[in-house]
């Protein structure tokens, strides 16, 4: 088979846009059968099919063989450029890639990427000896805009782009880049959910987008954004996308098909393919592994389209394209006659095809002309290798042809006679039509194509409807992103596409002015909303869009925030007559400000805010240091810490009922002065006497109070000479988290008792059922008891109750509430669990009344914890083991307290021993 060259120049005559799609380099003649390309690895796979292709070029794309994030951009540009993509290691320049550099005599070497994907030693390296053009941004997306806006310089056209996903794989892209190249467009990428470097371009150009992807891909959120105008869906996987964009845009297999693997990660092979295909506006054909259902619709497209004459060059070893691939498409090729024989066989005609790329040369076809004629031998090339006039190196003669494409196809006429294109229109209309020229030798042909756009209406009225249509248009397609958060100048376009100029105009030109320049609000009058109001118009059609703009106010500074968060600064309560401990805060979240306290007296008021009240009124400074940054300030509190009340027990009851009040409160202290029966109280009996609140009254124990009574500094008593006894209260849970609790408990005491307690129930009948319930219903912490770790939750009502968690005295303390509600006498009991002789850890129990006579209970005890293995926490069974127990059986593994073992009575009853009481008519209530 003959090749011939063509070469391109170009001449300036108003508004033709010429794009080429023709292979550059040194091509050997056909055989028949399928051309392998292969390497040890995909450095020499490039490299060999760079210099098969190449005799010379002056440009090469340079990027990393380790990942396609830069590389999906390079495909484009190469056709743009006629180059070889080369690929390399990202920290050193491997053999394969600088000898074909130095082979093919570059001048120019474009490296797409930063320097994790090719190193600063590479770059070095070749600055010794090449141009570097460097195209490059902080992700791929910025690397993207950046070759966009590289391949304007050299010329194309940016009235059309493609968009695909370019984050989240590579597949898409291997099968948009060849479209994109053989139809001189722009590829851009975008992810999923990101598209503002794709819609930048497309808004700064005035682009039509076409979307490559399905909704899944890209998004109708980034699809609207970018306002785009046609969306290919792909397939169920990379191969069937592959096959369906190779038919939506009708790519012919008449000269040249390329096959690469695209199986898992593998991209590198089909990526230096896809310029070959771009360029003879070629298929290129993903397969995947040997056996897969994909290969095999790979293999009967390729079966169906290819022709006699079709060169199909398959980019890859046989460890990814075996050879039963290469055999069967060898016998499809079989049974395909060539459209020509040769007669006479000539030799393998070595001479280049060359190509190259156009100044964007312009033609306009309107009313005052319907007829141009275009002189392909007089069109300049822009400085790379000739593109346009089509030259057989042997000689012979060519003839051309043409092909017409695009919905005003019918409306021109196209002659070609030598090498002039003569079109002509043949009615009025105003549009584009693609016009590909075939240059044959009789044997082999090449071809390329141009666009012309065409506006020779002449009729007025239907001017003004065609113009009214197109500001429609461009009205529906006017977009600015995101104007939310409006940080930064906006981009106001003033012409649109089809000669549509646009007029901004701002309700408030200090936020935004007619031009889009940005000024924020200052930080304390908050963010700006405006209208911005495109007018849009051609000839005398006219409309208007308005975009509602947010443009988001200054940041504070450190020291504005610093004075918001002082101005803002408060405490809780009378600071004039302070009881309790105090709640200060440690940092203000919403302005993002530490604060830190400092008390003129630590010994009254901590600088955690806890209150220690002595016998009379104290006045502290209490300062707040205010920080964010290096910025600091203060802001200082005048607190009055009240003396403690003078409360008098004459007796231990009254002494008890004052705590118990001083803890049902909450509060942090207290000084009682002791008279008459307890005058003369000493440390440890008032110490036991302490001790003894607890079993008294579990009620209030809430948040884990310990009482420390103050020791006077001149002799070991807790006693005044005048009898005053002060007692400091601490809590592990703040005031507002007890009050809560306790309500809490109230409320779900009152609802258990409502559920589980039937009319006409003996109190022993309700001590069963509200026993069963706490056992089915509560989790016994297993995990905190083993690691002795005391939460106040454990230990209370709210913890079983509420919380559906605890430890024995959360047990007890629940059951004391319950069956108080049912109206039975009960106590809580606290002591320690006896194991033989040996006493083993604190232990807390009931004891409950009935018919005036005592009974041991331990709920606790009762749930069948062991059977659970600590997975579950709901309950099969429920043990009865310790309800209503003799001391003489129950004492065997329990020991009361001392105070419990002199103030409370003892128990010998067994009446209402599980064992003797009938409880089938209403065990099954405790749910």
């Known amino acids: 088979m003959k090749k011939f060259k063509r070469v391109l120049a170009s001449s300036t005559i108003l508004a033709l846009v010429l794009q080429t799609n023709i292979v550059g380099g040194n091509v050997k003649a056909y055989d028949g059968q399928v051309k392998r390309f292969e390497g040890n690895n995909r450095y020499e796979t490039a490299a ?81 000896n090449y141009k570097l053009i460097e195209l490059k941004g902080r992700d791929r997306f910025e690397t993207n805009l950046n070759v966009a806006e590289e391949m304007v310089k050299l010329g194309v056209d940016t009235s059309e782009v493609m968009v695909v996903n370019g984050k989240d794989g590579f597949s898409d892209a291997l099968s948009a880049a060849p479209i994109a190249a053989a139809n001189g467009q722009i590829l851009l990428i975008v992810s999923k959910d990101n598209g503002k470097t794709a819609t930048e371009f497309i808004q700064k150009h005035n682009s039509k987008a076409t979307v490559i992807g399905t909704k899944n891909v890209v998004s109708d959120k980034i699809y609207n954004s970018l306002g785009a105008s046609r969306r290919v869906d792909g397939g169920a996987n990379r191969f069937e996308t592959n096959l369906k964009i190779l038919k939506e845009f009708n790519v012919k297999s008449d000269t040249h098909l390329y096959i690469a693997n695209s199986t898992g990660k593998g991209y590198a092979d089909a990526l230096v393919a896809s310029v070959l295909a771009g360029k003879f506006n070629a298929p290129l054909i993903l397969t995947d592994t040997k056996d897969s259902k994909d290969t095999e619709k790979a293999l009967k497209y390729i079966k169906d389209n290819i022709k006699g004459t079709t060169e199909i060059n398959a980019v890859g070893g046989k460890s990814v394209i075996p050879e039963s691939v290469t055999e069967n498409i060898n016998k499809y090729i079989e049974k395909k006659p060539d459209s020509k024989p040769d007669v006479e066989p000539k030799p393998e005609n070595k001479a280049p095809i060359a190509t190259g790329t156009l100044n964007k040369s312009s033609y306009n076809i309107n009313k005052d002309k319907s007829e141009i004629t275009i002189n392909l031998k007089d069109l300049n090339n822009d400085g790379y290798q000739s593109d346009a006039a089509f030259v057989d190196p042997d000689g012979d003669e060519l003839t051309y042809t043409t092909i017409v494409d695009g919905e005003n196809k019918d409306k021109i006429g196209v002659t070609v006679k030598d090498s002039n294109i003569t079109i002509k229109t043949k009615e009025q209309f105003k549009g584009q039509v693609k016009i590909t020229i075939v240059a044959s030798d009789g044997e082999k042909s090449v071809s390329d194509f141009f666009k012309v756009n065409v506006d020779n209406i002449d009729n007025k009225e239907e001017t003004k409807i065609i113009d009214a249509n197109l500001v429609q248009k461009e009205k529906a397609k006017l977009i600015l992103g995101d104007l939310n958060n409006v940080i930064g100048d906006l981009d106001l376009p003033i012409k649109a596409e089809n000669g549509v100029e646009i007029a901004w105009k701002s309700t408030n030109v200090n936020i935004v002015n007619n031009t889009g320049k940005v000024t924020r609000p200052r930080a304390t009058e908050g963010n700006a909303v405006i209208t911005l109001t495109a007018t849009l118009s051609k000839g005398e059609a006219k409309d208007t869009k308005d975009f509602v703009v947010t443009v988001k106010a200054k940041e504070f500074t ?32 919403k302005n993002k400000v530490d604060i830190e306290w400092r008390s003129s007296n630590n010994d009254i008021l901590s600088n955690t805010g806890v209150v220690k009240r002595t016998n009379k009124d104290e006045n502290i ?12 300030k203060n802001k200082e509190f005048n607190i009055k810490v009240k003396a403690l009340e003078k409360l008098v027990a004459n007796n231990t009851q009254e002494f008890c009922d004052i705590i118990r009040d001083v803890l049902e409160r909450v509060e942090p202290s207290v000084s009682i002065k002791l008279q008459e029966d307890i005058v003369d109280l000493d440390s440890s009996e008032l110490l036991m006497l302490l001790e003894s609140i607890y079993s008294r009254y579990p009620e209030v124990d809430y948040g884990c109070p310990e009482m ?105 303390k629940a059951m004391y509430e319950l069956l108080k509600a049912a109206g039975i006498e009960c106590k809580y009991v606290t002591g320690i669990s006896v194991h033989g002789a040996v006493g083993g850890d604190r232990h807390s129990w009931n004891m409950v009344k009935l018919d005036n006579e005592w009974y041991n209970l331990d709920v606790t005890w009762d749930e069948p914890i062991f059977n659970k293995n600590g997975s579950n926490n709901s309950l099969d069974k429920v043990n009865h083991t310790y309800f209503n127990i003799p001391d003489n059986i129950f004492h065997k593994d329990h020991k009361r307290g001392n105070y419990e073992n002199d103030e409370y009575a003892k128990c010998t009853a067994t009446k209402y021993s599980y064992e003797n009481i009938d409880t089938s008519q209403f065990v099954s209530y405790g749910k």
């Open 48 to 128: 060999k099919l760079a210099t098969f292709n190449w005799t010379k070029s002056d440009n090469i794309v340079l990027v990393s063989g380790e990942g396609y994030a830069d590389a999906l951009s390079a495909s484009v540009l190469a056709k743009r450029l006629n180059a070889p993509i080369i690929l390399t290691n990202p920290n050193n320049l491997n053999d394969n890639a600088r000898q074909t550099i130095e082979k093919l005599k570059a001048k120019n070497i474009y490296v797409i990427g930063g320097e994790a994907s090719i190193s600063s030693k590479i770059r070095n390296r070749l600055k010794d």
């Open 621 to 632: 400074t209490l300062t707040a240091v205010v920080k964010r940054g290096t910025v600091k």
């Open 708 to 812: 420390h009574p103050k020791i006077r500094d001149d002799q070991d008593s807790f006693q005044s000479p005048e009898g005053e006894v002060n007692i400091n209260i601490t809590y592990k849970l703040d005031k507002a988290t007890i009050e809560m609790e306790k309500a809490a408990v109230k409320v779900k005491v009152q609802e258990i008792i409502n559920n589980v307690i039937k009319e006409g129930m003996s109190d022993v009948e309700k001590e069963l059922v509200l026993h069963d319930y706490i056992v089915k219903n509560t989790e016994y912490n297993m995990d905190n008891h083993n690691k002795k770790i005391i939460l106040p939750d454990d230990c209370n009502a709210y913890g079983v109750l509420v919380k559906r968690i605890g430890t024995s005295e959360g047990y007890s």
């Open 558 to 589: 450190d020291e504005e925030l610093v004075n918001i968060s002082l101005k803002d600064l408060k405490l809780e309560g009378n600071l004039n007559s302070v009881v309790d401990n105090i709640k200060l805060p440690i940092r203000d979240e």
